[in-house]
């Protein structure tokens, strides 16, 4: 299927690995000149490499406005314009802590690269994406945006951030920049695992089925879709906990 995103520019962010590089190597296969931005410049560079020209590798720590700014100045001087933004940037933080034992560092460490990091990106990136003609962002969100699990406070908080983020910018860009939040269960990214340690006993997203999902957002295909929140979970938000 033909998305519509030849020569498009997609900058993606946490892009050396799992979601990131899986949307980076989507784009590319679809035509699109994918911008990756990582905190890793040596794992970044090799994501990039692996993809081959028009691939352009940025070291970005996103939580720092003049490295963010410094990125998107390197992608315009390179591309002459930005038409997608994906922010795939996230950590977990402390997982399996209960908030009384969350200590402030964490916790700022936690929404400093899962909701200020994705405020930069897209506030540097905005007026290329207004000139665009076709621009769009794709705010990569969670299903613990919307459930919860315990010792997961920090995380479910920022992920809710993010999504009414996207919301609230879609309507401040209505009509030029479409901007939606893409809220996937638990998919088998190196994060995953070191948190959680293993799969069993429930069902697991692959990056590239959730790269699939931010492509088609992004792309015209979803030319009506705006200030939306898609969860990918499987179903398990949709079921009542009335026993059947």
Same mark, same amino acid.
């Given at each position: 299927?033909?998305?519509?995103?030849?020569?498009?520019?997609?900058?993606?962010?946490?892009?050396?690995?799992?979601?990131?590089?899986?949307?980076?190597?989507?784009?590319?296969?679809?035509?699109?000149?994918?911008?990756?931005?990582?905190?890793?410049?040596?794992?970044?560079?090799?994501?990039?490499?692996?993809?081959?020209?028009?691939?352009?590798?940025?070291?970005?720590?996103?939580?720092?406005?003049?490295?963010?700014?410094?990125?998107?100045?390197?992608?315009?001087?390179?591309?002459?314009?930005?038409?997608?933004?994906?922010?795939?940037?996230?950590?977990?933080?402390?997982?399996?802590?209960?908030?009384?034992?969350?200590?402030?560092?964490?916790?700022?460490?936690?929404?400093?690269?899962?909701?200020?990091?994705?405020?930069?990106?897209?506030?540097?990136?905005?007026? +290329? %994406?207004?000139?665009?003609?076709? @621009? !769009?962002?794709? &705010?990569? =969100?969670?299903?613990?945006?919307? #459930?919860?699990? *315990?010792?997961?406070?920090?995380?479910?908080?920022?992920?809710?951030?993010?999504?009414?983020?996207?919301? +609230? %910018?879609?309507?401040?860009?209505? @009509? !030029?920049?479409? &901007?939606? =939040?893409?809220?996937?269960?638990? #998919?088998?990214? *190196?994060?995953?695992?070191?948190?959680?340690?293993?799969?069993?006993?429930?069902?697991?997203?692959?990056?590239?089925?959730?790269?699939?999902?931010?492509?088609?957002?992004?792309?015209?295909?979803?030319?009506?879709?705006?200030?939306?929140?898609?969860?990918?979970?499987?179903?398990?938000?949709?079921?009542?906990?009335?026993?059947?």
């Amino acid at each position: 299927m033909n998305l519509g995103l030849d020569d498009a520019v997609v900058l993606v962010t946490g892009a050396a690995s799992g979601i990131g590089a899986a949307v980076a190597a989507a784009v590319a296969e679809h035509g699109g000149r994918p911008v990756l931005l990582d905190r890793d410049g040596p794992a970044v560079e090799r994501t990039a490499e692996k993809l081959g020209p028009p691939a352009l590798a940025i070291r970005t720590d996103v939580t720092d406005e003049e490295s963010v700014r410094s990125a998107v100045g390197t992608a315009l001087d390179r591309f002459g314009g930005i038409d997608v933004v994906v922010t795939c940037a996230g950590i977990s933080g402390p997982v399996g802590e209960p908030l009384e034992s969350v200590g402030l560092a964490d916790w700022q460490a936690v929404f400093a690269v899962n909701v200020l990091g994705a405020f930069l990106t897209l506030k540097h990136a905005l007026p +290329a %994406l207004r000139a665009s003609g076709r @621009g !769009a962002a794709v &705010v990569l =969100a969670s299903d613990s945006a919307l #459930v919860a699990a *315990p010792g997961m406070v920090p995380y479910c908080a920022s992920k809710a951030a993010v999504v009414q983020l996207a919301r +609230a %910018l879609s309507v401040e860009t209505a @009509g !030029a920049v479409r &901007v939606n =939040a893409l809220c996937p269960s638990v #998919v088998d990214t *190196p994060m995953s695992r070191a948190d959680l340690g293993g799969f069993d006993g429930f069902p697991v997203h692959r990056p590239e089925d959730i790269a699939a999902h931010v492509l088609f957002l992004a792309s015209p295909l979803a030319a009506g879709i705006s200030g939306a929140s898609l969860t990918a979970d499987f179903g398990y938000s949709a079921r009542s906990a009335f026993p059947a």
